[in-house]
């Protein structure tokens, strides 16, 4: 499978791309900056530069044409303001469903975020990003030319993973390390049978092609 990644750089993204690189999976990470390219490279991953704050949605388009399957993993990260939550967290999610769409690029998965939700009230930048993160599920969600499958993971963590998650509708709130998220969406961009979900992860014990499975079949 050809698997395009929005946020190609980021710390989800370059555990996903080590697996699918290492599953014989070609893997194209979208960056922001050329500097970032060889870490890609280092994860058996194309870099393509290309700012989704900037970039036309025919732009990305040219990039997904072809693939098999594309990934939302970018996002503003902890340190932006209020601003960039809605260009990115929302806004470029929304371009990259749009591209998705015209480049005729079905399977589509979201890493959300547990709790988004477009109606969350509050001032403060965290709910700002719960809001945009919901906008842009809601969004992704609305389209009937995607089988979109969003992903709302618990607290992340740099842990080590260990394969064992619970993956379901509700999990309630907990830790789960960045490599399991990985994992997870690596199966997942294989899993037609979860298009239409809306999953939560956290810790768990059952291993991660198991839960996947268990959700496609339910």
């Given at each position: 499978m050809r698997i395009?990644?929005?946020?190609?750089?980021g710390r989800i993204a370059l555990r996903l791309e080590r697996?699918?690189?290492?599953?014989?999976?070609e893997a194209v990470g979208l960056i922001r900056r050329p500097e970032q390219a060889e870490d890609l490279r280092a994860a058996g991953a194309e870099p393509v530069?290309?700012?989704l704050e900037s970039a036309s949605v025919e732009e990305v388009a040219e990039v997904l044409r072809g693939a098999d399957a594309a990934v939302f993993a970018a996002g503003a990260g902890p340190g932006s303001g209020a601003a960039r939550k809605d260009t990115v967290d929302r806004g470029a999610a929304v371009l990259f469903a749009d591209a998705a769409e015209r480049a005729g690029v079905r399977r589509f998965v979201v890493v959300s975020s547990m709790g988004a939700?477009?109606?969350h009230t509050g001032?403060?930048?965290?709910?700002?990003?719960?809001?945009?993160?919901g906008a842009a599920d809601d969004a992704v969600r609305s389209?009937?030319?995607l089988e979109w499958t969003v992903l709302r993971p618990g607290m992340l963590t740099d842990d080590a993973g260990t394969g064992l998650v619970r993956l379901e509708a509700r999990t309630g709130r907990g830790p789960i390390p960045r490599d399991d998220v990985a994992a997870v969406l690596a199966e997942l961009v294989d899993s037609p049978g979860t298009a239409g979900l809306t999953l939560e992860l956290v810790s768990g014990s059952i291993p991660v092609g198991v839960a996947v499975t268990d959700v496609a079949g339910n």
């Open positions: 395009v990644i929005a946020g190609g750089h697996l699918l690189s290492a599953g014989g999976h530069v290309l700012d939700d477009a109606r001032d403060d930048v965290f709910d700002v990003y719960l809001r945009a993160k389209r009937p030319g």
